[in-house]
């Protein structure tokens, strides 16, 4: 018996001496909307010419707006104000409304990620009171950000930026930095665990249950998951905290049901991964 085996089957003799609860919906800001608009929007990315308008509860929440939008060319073209300044450090220039062609976002991939500074901050995301939403695409191998700025009025989502930063200006500079070297060094990856990492995960006995428990760092690699390193998607409702020392970020399936959750602390100076739910 090789050593990777005995380290799994010793994790799982570890997790099954956890309790077993009664299965709860993972968190799920993205609404039913949403996530039905997702799952036409895989399918239909090339009907661009689609002419169905924006149903009218979509702009109570953003996420149901932005699935709606990310797939829809007629309403990216309806819901940006036009001439649409782009702006890259000193340099700007417009996009006229004939210019726009359709911009999918994360539509084209199975999946999106998102960064927030607490599990009360998940919370915004179903707060229709929200007005500001930022889109990020950060190219952590390029070292900038592309910003779709978004805002509500008169109850409308409308597009009315987009901003190209450097990476080192974002609000989670510094734990983005952190994430590059997380998702792509493995060595630095078990140095940037907590001795005992909170582990809740779907029981492979039943369909309904979730298994609660701790595994350690010698354990690890039975249970990390796959992360993107090259390009990440985060969506800012509201704002970001750059002083926070708690991050979750999130990957997310679109009309899949993939769902991994990793929470960071920041632990003098040094950011460590103490929970992974999946």
Sequence with gaps: MNRCLIALLSALVL??????NKRTE??????AQAEKAAEAAADSLN??????????????LFDDFFFNYASNLTQQ?????????????????????KQWKLEPFFMKQDYYTLIFDSERQMELVRDTAVSTVTVERIYLDKGRVEQFMFSRSSGRWMLHEVKWVPLPQNANAQFLSFYQQFATDSLFQRK???????????DPDDDFSTIDGVITPDFWDAFRPELPHDMIYNIVYEQQNPAAKEKLFLLRGIAN????????HQQKGQWKLTKLST
């Design 15 to 20: 997790l099954s001496a956890c309790s077993n």
């Design 26 to 31: 993972p968190y799920q800001p993205s609404m």
């Design 47 to 60: 009907a661009t010419t689609d002419e169905e308008e924006m149903p009218t509860a979509a702009d109570e």
């Design 77 to 97: 073209r309806e819901r940006t104000v036009f001439p649409l300044p782009v702006s890259d450090g000193g340099n700007t220039r417009t996009i006229q409304q």
């Design 192 to 202: 940037s665990l907590a001795q005992q990492i909170q582990f809740s995960g779907p």
């Design 257 to 264: 049901g993939l769902e991994v959750e990793i929470t960071f």
